[in-house]
């Protein structure tokens, strides 16, 4: 409805040329890819995300994807995109040259296999909590839905406070231990 009401303030003429423009500006896959190299930018990929990027999520319905970013804890809009690497290209435009290679690092840092998870948990001291009542084996580790990675969770006072989301089960066991201290 707001749409029709914008449409008919710009008028005929107007409304068609403002949507032959947001239709030339969606960008294809490959073209924020190397938009993102042209600009000497970073698209910042995560394994925790259904998009397969940081800052990227699917709108509802299939209707593109929303960008956004955590800052001071805070939740900060950037905008919406038709490709998943569109808003990949725009998160890593806000962060900038430096800010994005840097995160695209760190995020390629945080994914770890099994085994190093595990040497982690050796070489910290902690121990990784075994659990027979979850599917995952471990304590507090719980798979996501689509197989995309796991949630890593606990209850304090009655309440379920959430640690994170990681690539692998032991990884996300890892994470607990640290939280836990044990």
Same mark, same amino acid.
């Given at each position: 409805? @707001?749409?029709?009401?914008?449409?008919?303030?710009?008028?005929?003429?107007?409304?068609? $040329? $403002?949507?032959?423009?947001?239709?030339?500006?969606?960008?294809? #896959?490959?073209?924020?890819?190397?938009?993102?190299?042209?600009?000497?930018?970073?698209? =910042?990929?995560?394994?925790?995300?259904?998009?397969?990027?940081?800052?990227?999520?699917?709108?509802?319905?299939?209707?593109? +994807?929303?960008?956004?970013?955590? =800052?001071? @804890?805070?939740?900060?809009?950037?905008?919406?995109? #038709?490709?998943?690497?569109?808003?990949?290209?725009?998160?890593?435009?806000?962060?900038?040259?430096?800010?994005?290679?840097?995160?695209?690092?760190?995020?390629?840092?945080?994914?770890?296999?099994?085994?190093?998870?595990?040497? $982690?948990?050796?070489?910290?001291?902690?121990?990784? =909590?075994?659990?027979?009542?979850?599917?995952?084996? +471990?304590?507090?580790?719980?798979?996501?839905?689509? @197989?995309?990675?796991?949630?890593?969770?606990?209850?304090?006072?009655?309440?379920?406070?959430?640690?994170?989301?990681? $690539?692998?089960?032991?990884?996300?066991?890892?994470?607990?231990?640290?939280?836990?201290?044990?």
């Amino acid at each position: 409805e @707001g749409a029709l009401l914008y449409a008919r303030k710009l008028g005929t003429e107007a409304s068609a $040329a $403002a949507a032959a423009a947001a239709a030339a500006e969606s960008m294809t #896959a490959a073209e924020a890819e190397q938009a993102a190299t042209a600009e000497g930018l970073t698209l =910042v990929r995560s394994s925790r995300s259904r998009s397969g990027f940081e800052g990227v999520c699917a709108k509802s319905k299939g209707r593109g +994807f929303k960008v956004k970013r955590r =800052v001071d @804890g805070r939740t900060q809009y950037i905008g919406c995109t #038709a490709t998943a690497e569109e808003g990949a290209l725009l998160y890593a435009r806000k962060l900038g040259t430096e800010a994005s290679a840097a995160a695209a690092a760190a995020a390629a840092a945080e994914s770890m296999t099994a085994a190093e998870a595990e040497q $982690a948990a050796a070489a910290e001291g902690l121990t990784l =909590v075994r659990s027979s009542r979850s599917s995952t084996g +471990f304590e507090g580790v719980c798979a996501k839905s689509k @197989g995309r990675g796991f949630k890593v969770k606990r209850r304090v006072d009655g309440r379920t406070q959430y640690i994170g989301c990681t $690539a692998t089960a032991e990884e996300g066991a890892l994470l607990y231990a640290r939280k836990l201290g044990t």
